[in-house]
């Protein structure tokens, strides 16, 4: 009898290993983003992850064929969230800055964006004098640390989330809204957003957005290099492009 | 009361347990070595992490931070304490209505969480913007430092009442009548009589609220009020640096330390009659 259980009890042991082997097979990559900031990454009501950044993301992975795994994380912790190892890679419409270069490493950029600012359509507001305006912005965004060194004199209001920024533009709690153009442009095409539109031209340009990595992981990095030229080449880019935006966001 | 609890004059001590090393004691001994070790290394951290561009950056805006967390509970504290007086007389009235009103009232404030109430008022009211423009109310609830402050009362109120309702409730039922044997009218008996015995047993339930509510107050950031916490986060958000966190975790500290001393002195003063 205890021979015979030690062979079920090895038996199921060598399962277990197998099992795993498999699983690692296919390997494994887990996505972290914001899950807050439509069009590039929200929930819907039903609690499932959609956006440009999550369908850059699904694209890629399927390009690096690896299986894919997106895990939501509030904005101001992303990065400490990254580091701890929580996911392996932020796809999350993020900024390339120096700042957060001294913490992460980005791949090449996935898009370009640009801030802009919107408003109520009967307000005169005017990018150029802003003056003492009340502005809302996203906390730790790079809308957010332009409007604190470019408007000295305005009042901040600075949210965890842009929904709830646009919120308070809706009920007239601040003048005009800070944000990426992506995301303005999609708000004040929905019917949320009706009550706004754009004013001026955008106040900063040329920021582009890339995938966050952590430090040590030079490897991954050149796979998503790789994987975003191959989108970019084969159309794909091209065709989740199209479903969100009527322009080319990738700028050359 | 405490006569009756009052021992015989003349009792022995009983003899000193020996001392040895048991294993608890060992268990023990080894558990705040832990600790004192964690402590040190966590000072050893901020000695060694200690970053003077940083500090001269961020030191203003903890300190503006620091003033709205302590005006903000001040305030929202204060005005609770009045505000639970009628809740919690409500909540004690014969009367069904008013205790069912007075019931709800905590049952609702007590039962959610804050950071849900401050959310419902700030954004929730919000939305109905042109209904309380129409009743000249907007002007008062479009600025988020005054949602905090009546979000807050009104959750510290529900808090108040019951520990107000409790102490009162504490004082015996011989108060009353005796208060009554005297002539005095109710209003008399609760002023000289029973409120004064109350408060001393509402003292420190009364400073953990305090307590609660400024450790509470850390979610207020939420509806664009930037309090300690905040700021705190910001300065995260920008720094990427875990000794933003350590620093607001020690002024809370400092202020919670403060808070506890007032209120353990206050309490030495007011119960001098009632030691022996």
């Known amino acids: 009898m205890p021979i015979m259980k030690r062979l079920a009890l090895a038996a199921s042991a060598a399962a277990i290993a197998a099992s795993f082997s498999a699983a690692n097979a296919q390997e494994t990559l887990k996505i972290g983003t914001e899950g807050a900031y439509p069009p590039f990454n929200n929930l819907t009501a039903d609690g499932k992850l959609v956006g440009f950044d999550v369908e850059i993301a699904e694209a890629l992975c399927e390009e690096m064929k690896v299986e894919c795994e997106f895990v939501t994380q509030d904005w101001d912790g992303i990065i400490p969230a990254l580091q701890a190892g929580k996911f392996d890679a932020i796809v999350a419409s993020m900024s390339i800055t120096p700042e957060r270069m001294e913490q992460v490493n980005f791949t090449d950029p996935y898009y370009v964006n640009s801030l802009v600012f919107i408003a109520p359509k009967d307000s005169d507001m005017d990018p150029s004098a802003v003056g003492n305006m009340v502005i809302g912005v996203q906390e730790g965004t790079i809308a957010a640390i332009f409007a604190e060194e470019t408007y000295p004199d305005a009042d901040l209001k600075a949210y965890p989330t842009q929904l709830e920024a646009w919120s308070d533009l809706d009920t007239g709690r601040v003048d005009a809204v800070l944000a990426d153009f992506g995301v303005q442009y999609d708000w004040i095409n929905s019917d949320d957003g009706a009550c706004c539109e754009f004013k001026g031209d955008p106040v900063s340009s040329d920021d582009r957005i890339g995938i966050a990595l952590r430090k040590d992981e030079t490897e991954l990095r050149d796979r998503f290099n790789t994987a975003i030229k191959a989108i970019r080449e084969n159309g794909t880019y091209a065709e989740i492009n199209k479903k969100y935006f009527p322009f080319d966001i990738y700028g050359e | ?276």
Not at chain 2, 123 to 148: K, M, T, V
Not at chain 2, 253 to 267: D, F, G, K, N, P
């Open chain 2, 1 to 276: 009361m405490s006569e009756m609890a009052a021992a015989p004059s003349t009792v022995e001590k009983p003899p000193a347990p020996p001392r040895g090393w048991t294993r608890e004691r060992i268990f023990g001994t080894a558990l705040v070595a832990l600790w004192a070790v964690a402590g040190l290394g966590l000072l050893a951290f901020l000695v060694n992490a200690w970053n003077p561009e940083l500090f001269q950056k961020y030191a203003p805006a903890y300190l503006s931070g620091l003033g709205v967390t302590l005006a903000l509970v001040g305030i929202s504290v204060t005005a609770g304490a009045v505000l639970s007086i009628p809740i919690a007389w409500m909540r004690m009235s014969k009367n069904k209505v008013l205790s069912a009103i007075g019931y709800g009232y905590v049952y609702f404030f007590r039962g959610t969480p804050l950071i849900a109430q401050a959310f419902l008022v700030y954004y929730g009211l919000g939305s109905f913007r042109d209904q309380l423009e129409a009743i000249g109310l907007w002007g008062f609830f479009r600025e988020a430092w005054n949602c905090a402050i009546f979000a807050f009362t009104l959750n510290t109120a529900a808090y108040q009442a019951e520990i107000l309702r409790g102490a009162i409730q504490s004082i015996g039922r011989g108060q009353w009548e005796g208060a009554a044997a005297l002539g005095l009218s109710k209003f008399q008996t609760v002023r000289k009589i029973i409120l004064p015995q109350a408060l001393i047993v509402a003292l420190r339930p009364y400073g953990n609220e305090i307590i609660l509510m400024i450790k509470g107050s850390a979610i207020v950031a939420i509806i664009t009020v930037y309090d300690l916490m905040g700021e705190t986060r910001r300065a995260y958000s920008r720094t990427f640096d875990f000794q933003t966190y350590l620093w607001a975790a020690l002024i809370y500290l400092a202020i919670v330390e403060t808070l506890r001393h007032t209120i353990e002195w206050i309490e030495r003063r007011l119960t001098k009659h009632l030691k022996r």
